[in-house]
């Protein structure tokens, strides 16, 4: 018994050691930047991308971006998203969906591309009348997240 004692008061210093290292790499936040305007593009793919869902993402992020106070001091981007292997009524269920995002922010002045993202949603609809409106709200989400864009007020 006096054996264990030692032992866990060296593993509790050693784990206290770790954990206090670890907050020294702390990484820089990422830029930001005011975005103006948004427009959603689809690549070709079959089965192509619904025309519903380009319109949803479309409205919802430029509905975002109307909604967020614009700081004169940050560099302004328009913001081009594009949807690509977008797959609707996948699994079992058919109720999975998911879709590959790629942005690019181009700069309002002189129109060179200044920042890139990419990133994967899925999302899950019992309903597939539903399907679209939940994956244009994931990528939305996502975006407003990613660009630091307020969220819209809902209608009444």
Known sequence: M?????????????????AACSSWSVDPPPPTYDVRSATVVADQALPPVSPALVAAVNDRV????????????????AVTIRL???????????DRSSAKINIDAASMDGGSVIAMASFEIRTVAPDPATADE??????AA???????????????
């Open 2 to 18: 006096l054996l264990l004692r030692p032992r866990a008061v060296s593993a509790l210093v050693g784990c206290l050691a770790l």
């Open 142 to 156: 996502r975006v407003r997240s990613i660009f630091s864009l307020t969220m819209p007020r809902l209608a009444n």
């Open 134 to 139: 939940l994956l244009a709200e994931d990528i």
């Open 84 to 94: 690509s292997d977008v797959r609707r009524a996948r699994g079992f269920n058919r």
């Open 62 to 77: 430029n509905a975002a971006i109307a909604a967020t106070t614009h700081n004169a001091t940050l560099p302004q981007v």
